[in-house]
């Protein structure tokens, strides 16, 4: 079974429409982000919920809006879609606590989104 | 990111070891982490190392800290051909934020 699944794998859609993808763990786990990999492959993390509340809310621009409608889901939504918003988008999740493997971020397989 | 470096590219004979360098500035980061992600792919947790530790071996992975230097390695030994992916550095300060490397791209030639 998947512990961190995404969806859609790839989306191809038009500049200016609106779009969201969805992602759903099953490892039980409070806080789930998300993260935006460029075409430089560089990670930037964009979003975190903890128990369905926003925990981090980096300068990501107020088209993108993260929902969580339950711990076990963190969807994206993101609004007038811009051709530089063309990037793999990862969401992950992570148990936090303390000692052993606090923090470690367990991620999906990613969503690759073209803008044309 | 700016807060983690690592080198760009690695290209290792097929048997040999694979030594991957990362330095940080967070003198505050609690794990330091490192990631494989193979092309198309997303990204597998390979092993982690807990600030207070020097060296930590996992099979064929040795990670090594060097936290006065805030410097981390990662040791691949005999480096097979499924080896090549990139691989990220990521440091936690336990704020629930991962700071990723730009990732080093390992190739590996027979």
């Known amino acids: 079974d998947t512990a961190v699944s995404q969806t859609p794998k790839y989306l191809v859609t038009q500049m200016g429409n609106d779009k969201s993808i969805k992602c759903e763990q099953n490892?039980?786990?409070?806080?789930m982000y998300w993260y935006k990999q460029d075409s430089k492959k560089f990670l930037k993390i964009m979003f975190s919920?903890?128990?369905?509340?926003?925990?981090i809310n980096e300068t990501v621009p107020n088209r993108f809006s993260p929902k969580s409608p339950d711990k076990a889901h963190l969807n994206l939504h993101i609004n007038s879609l811009e051709l530089g918003d063309s990037a793999v988008y990862f969401c992950?999740?992570?148990?936090?606590?303390?000692?052993?493997?606090?923090?470690?971020?367990?991620f999906g397989p990613g969503t690759r989104l073209t803008v044309l | 990111g700016e807060d983690v470096e690592q080198s760009l590219f690695l290209s290792v004979r097929e048997g040999d070891s694979s030594v991957i360098n990362c330095t940080y500035t967070?003198?505050?980061?609690?794990?330091l982490y490192w990631y494989k992600q193979e092309p198309g792919a997303g990204l597998q947790l390979l092993t982690y190392?807990?600030?207070?530790?020097d060296m930590k071996q996992d099979q064929r992975l040795t990670v090594l800290l060097n936290k006065k230097d805030k410097h981390l390695s990662l040791r691949i030994a005999d480096t097979q051909t499924g080896d090549s992916a990139i691989y990220f550095c990521?440091?936690?300060?336990?704020?629930?934020?991962?700071?990723f490397g730009a990732g080093t791209t390992v190739t590996v030639r027979a």
């Open positions: 967070d003198s505050s980061s609690t794990y």
């Open positions: 990521a440091e936690s300060a336990n704020d629930y934020k991962l700071s």
């Open positions: 992950a999740s992570s148990q936090p606590g303390t000692g052993g493997s606090t923090d470690t971020q367990y």
């Open positions: 919920y903890n128990n369905k509340e926003l925990i």
């Open positions: 490892l039980g786990h409070d806080t």
């Open positions: 190392i807990f600030s207070n530790m």
